[in-house]
């Protein structure tokens, strides 16, 4: 009788022994395929790509060779014009080197330094200060001029003949709170391709009194070294 009841409880833990192996095998199985329906829902990683950065923030790079820029007018007589070139800003609100009327940096054209920088008051300024400006450019020099409320009152022949000089194009039309960026050159020989011009137009303007803000980018090519 013991040993009946001896082997009936041999087989009772050998029966649980079973079960228990059953689940645990069960179990794992479970948590491999739940592992598996994770992976096949989970997000892909993803390798963080950051956008190149170009010089004046471009929305291409210049070639080597080039010079970058970027020159955003003024809007209307509360923000400033800003001058970038070769990734260095020139001149802008934040430098505090910009006024009413034309803005003008001079650059050298081998180098890419800056030369010098000054605003011109064109509504209520002295248009001889401008003129000497111009005229003590010095060749090869590129030169970067956008506008900032009025840039044309007190224009007159002389200083817009030598703008044009310079590449202009529009210059001999500039007027009244007109919005004009430029970039041209001393010695140049052709018109210069970088010149955006919008009109002042009551029926047009995207301010009250002032068109929109102009703003142009572009690559320059170094000016080299003449050879003899």
């Known amino acids: 009788m013991m040993r009946a009841g001896g082997l009936l409880k041999l087989a009772v833990l050998v029966s649980i022994l079973f079960v228990v192996v059953f689940l645990a095998f069960e179990l794992l199985e479970s948590n491999m395929n739940l592992g598996k329906v994770l992976a096949r829902y989970a997000p892909a990683e993803t390798v963080p790509t950051s956008r190149p950065h170009n010089k004046c923030g471009l929305s291409k790079p210049c070639s080597e060779g080039q010079f970058a820029f970027k020159i ?58 401008l003129i000497q400006f111009l005229k003590e450019i010095d060749d ?47 010695g140049i020989k052709t018109k210069s391709p970088f010149e955006q011009h919008i009109k002042n137009n009551a029926e047009t303007n995207k301010y009250d009194g002032w068109p929109e803000v102009l703003e142009m980018e572009g690559c320059i090519p170094m000016k080299q070294e003449s050879t003899s």
Request: glycine share 12%; proline share 2%.
């Open 72 to 129: 955003t007018s003024g809007a209307a007589s509360v923000v400033g014009p800003k001058m970038c070139f070769q990734d260095n800003v020139l001149m802008s609100g934040v430098k505090n080197n910009i006024g009413r009327g034309i803005n003008i940096a001079l650059i050298n054209g081998k180098t890419g330094e800056l030369t010098k920088a000054d605003s011109f008051d064109m509504w209520s300024g002295d248009v001889n200060q």
């Open 140 to 186: 090869g020099s590129i030169v970067m001029m956008a506008t900032f409320d009025d840039p044309a009152t007190k224009l007159n022949d002389e200083a817009r003949n030598l703008i044009a000089e310079l590449g202009s194009s529009s210059i001999s039309i500039l007027a009244f709170r007109d919005n004009w960026v430029f970039v041209g050159g001393k």
